[in-house]
């Protein structure tokens, strides 16, 4: 039977195609490869999916996934062959101009994603920033304590140092936090699996963050504003981000949602973060993610998911309790395997591993606490 020809008598579009988001990077190809960048085969003219040549199934396909939300897609700059991000704006919220603005000062404590280049779409209402190739810090695992007291203490440094410019990010969720390891991964990998190479065809090679250590950013200008002063506070309408727990996202008046000042409620999404994937895990998979041994954070991160805003610390705070927490921590601790509540205690192999991993930083006097170089 002709499946293919079955199908579009009924008229619905076939598995894989693009969605109305791919479109866009299909039409923009060849503009985007004349600037520069090489977009995988799936969106460039002419494509013929895979499994129609091969006798693979559609998933087993690296161009059979379609590009979800869509409006970011990964590229290789063709003069150097590195693997970047291309994020699609529109003009009119000048997160372009915010993020190149927030980016672009070169300090080891600005933790803010590297704006490599930012150019605008030609009789559209789009502008494109080119970013490296990032991934979420959740994946890889955290193998050691002191691995994740470093991913710890480079958000805080991050935020604060935006707050000590009178910037709120104002969408510091975990969602918006990732990580540069091309160190971590010398071979690369795919930018929706993560876990496989660029082709598809194997799981990525990496190493331990310990090893080698990954560099964690903030993304997503899209609701950052710059104040000029913080004296007095500004108060600005709620404008809810990823994160939708946010006490003040639910105070109203007869007008509806109340305004606020923004600088606490960034302190609420990282204590938010460490509390829903480092000590209780998601309301509704209470032990899906959730890791262990990291109770010395909870009182902090309590405090910074205080119901009132003006209880909660400021970001200059959570840095000085955050580094009296971090020297209290014995060198046992911080080379202590992360295990999660769901893992099984018969996991013979992660166990091993752990403590070959372990002999090995303690021969070769490696640091508990990664050092991943500044920019």
């Known amino acids: 039977m002709d499946w293919a020809a079955a199908l579009a008598a009924t008229g619905l579009p076939e598995p894989g195609q693009l969605n109305h988001r791919e479109i866009f990077w299909r039409d923009h190809q060849v503009w985007l490869q004349e600037k520069g960048f090489m977009l995988r085969p799936r969106y460039r003219p002419g494509w013929i999916p895979s499994w129609h040549l091969k006798n693979r199934l559609l998933l087993d396909c690296e161009d059979g996934t379609p590009l979800v939300p869509g409006v970011a897609i990964d590229a290789i700059r063709i003069r150097d062959k590195t693997d970047v991000i291309l994020k699609q704006v529109e003009t009119v919220l000048e997160e372009h101009i915010i993020a190149q603005r927030v980016s672009s000062p070169k300090d080891p404590q600005n933790h803010c994603v590297p704006i490599l280049e930012v150019f605008e779409v030609p009789n559209s209402k789009y502008h494109i920033?080119?970013?490296?190739?990032?991934?979420?810090?959740?994946?890889?695992?955290?193998?050691?304590?002191?691995?994740?007291?470093?991913?710890?203490?480079?958000?805080?440094?991050?935020?604060?140092?935006?707050?000590?410019?009178?910037?709120?990010?104002?969408?510091?969720?975990?969602?918006?936090?990732?990580?540069?390891?091309?160190?971590?991964?010398?071979?690369?990998?795919?930018?929706?699996?993560?876990?496989?190479?660029?082709?598809?065809?194997?799981?990525?090679?990496?190493?331990?963050?310990?090893?080698?250590?990954?560099?964690?950013?903030?993304?997503?200008?899209?609701?950052?504003?710059?104040?000029?002063?913080?004296?007095?506070?500004?108060?600005?309408?709620?404008?809810?981000?990823?994160?939708?727990?946010?006490?003040?996202?639910?105070?109203?008046?007869?007008?509806?949602?109340?305004?606020?000042?923004?600088?606490?409620?960034?302190?609420?999404?990282?204590?938010?973060?460490?509390?829903?994937?480092?000590?209780?895990?998601?309301?509704?998979?209470?032990?899906?993610?959730?890791?262990?041994?990291?109770?010395?954070?909870?009182?902090?991160?309590?405090?910074?998911?205080?119901?009132?805003?003006?209880?909660?610390?400021?970001?200059?705070?959570?840095?000085?309790?955050f580094t009296k927490i971090r020297k209290s921590l014995s060198w046992w601790k911080l080379r202590s395997h992360v295990a999660k509540a769901k893992d099984s205690p018969y996991n013979v192999f992660r166990l091993a591993r752990h403590w070959y991993l372990w002999t090995e930083y303690i021969l070769r006097r490696m640091p508990a606490i990664p050092n991943p170089p500044s920019e």
Do not use: W
């Open 129 to 321: 920033i080119v970013m490296p190739l990032l991934r979420s810090f959740l994946v890889p695992r955290f193998d050691t304590i002191g691995e994740a007291v470093d991913f710890f203490g480079q958000i805080f440094e991050g935020v604060k140092y935006l707050h000590d410019r009178n910037i709120a990010h104002r969408d510091c969720n975990a969602a918006n936090i990732m990580m540069e390891a091309s160190k971590m991964y010398p071979d690369g990998f795919h930018f929706q699996h993560p876990k496989h190479t660029r082709d598809y065809s194997r799981f990525a090679r990496f190493y331990p963050r310990t090893r080698r250590p990954p560099r964690y950013y903030l993304i997503d200008f899209g609701l950052t504003r710059i104040y000029d002063t913080r004296d007095p506070p500004p108060i600005e309408p709620i404008i809810p981000g990823g994160d939708r727990s946010v006490p003040e996202f639910k105070t109203t008046d007869e007008n509806g949602p109340m305004a606020c000042d923004p600088f606490p409620i960034d302190v609420y999404y990282l204590g938010n973060m460490i509390k829903k994937h480092f000590l209780d895990g998601d309301d509704g998979d209470p032990d899906g993610d959730r890791m262990l041994g990291f109770e010395f954070m909870r009182p902090l991160a309590n405090d910074m998911t205080a119901q009132d805003p003006a209880k909660r610390p400021d970001m200059s705070e959570v840095v000085e309790r």
